[in-house]
């Protein structure tokens, strides 16, 4: 049973900083890419970043580019998502997925197998 737990979530102030965690379990980690996506309310589920199994790749929503930082820690089965100069518009649920299948697909939802239930940011400005 392969489980994603996202973690770090808060309230926060714009122009401040988070550290989201994912922490995975039930599968071999450090085979996998890793994505975030999030989604506001109202809003449909974005793609925010990706970082390929070495996390020699990263891949960024425009959005967050410059802004937010992916890795991962394979020792420690954990992927991270730094999040700096966050704005009110980065208010969203946030989710971190699996991807087994390396397609390259990885700004789509489809890309990704497993998810986590998420973890709510709120940017106050």
């Known amino acids: 049973q392969v489980q994603l737990v996202e973690s770090g979530g808060g309230l926060v102030q714009a122009g401040e900083s988070l550290r989201l965690s994912c922490a995975a379990s039930?599968?071999?980690?450090?085979?996998?890419?890793m994505g975030w996506f999030r989604q506001a309310p109202g809003k449909e589920r974005e793609f925010v970043a990706a970082?390929?199994?070495?996390?020699?790749?990263?891949y960024y929503a425009d959005a967050v580019k410059g802004r937010f930082t992916i890795s991962r820690d394979n020792a420690k089965n954990t992927v991270y998502l730094q999040m700096n100069s966050l704005k009110p518009e980065d208010t969203a649920v946030y989710y971190c997925?699996?991807?087994?299948?390396?397609?390259?697909?990885?700004?789509?939802?489809?890309?990704?197998?497993?998810w986590g239930q998420g973890t709510q940011v709120t940017v106050s400005s």
């Open positions: 997925a699996s991807d087994p299948y390396y397609t390259g697909s990885y700004y789509y939802e489809y890309e990704y197998d497993y």
């Open positions: 970082i390929t199994w070495s996390g020699g790749n990263t």
């Open positions: 039930g599968r071999t980690f450090s085979s996998y890419a």
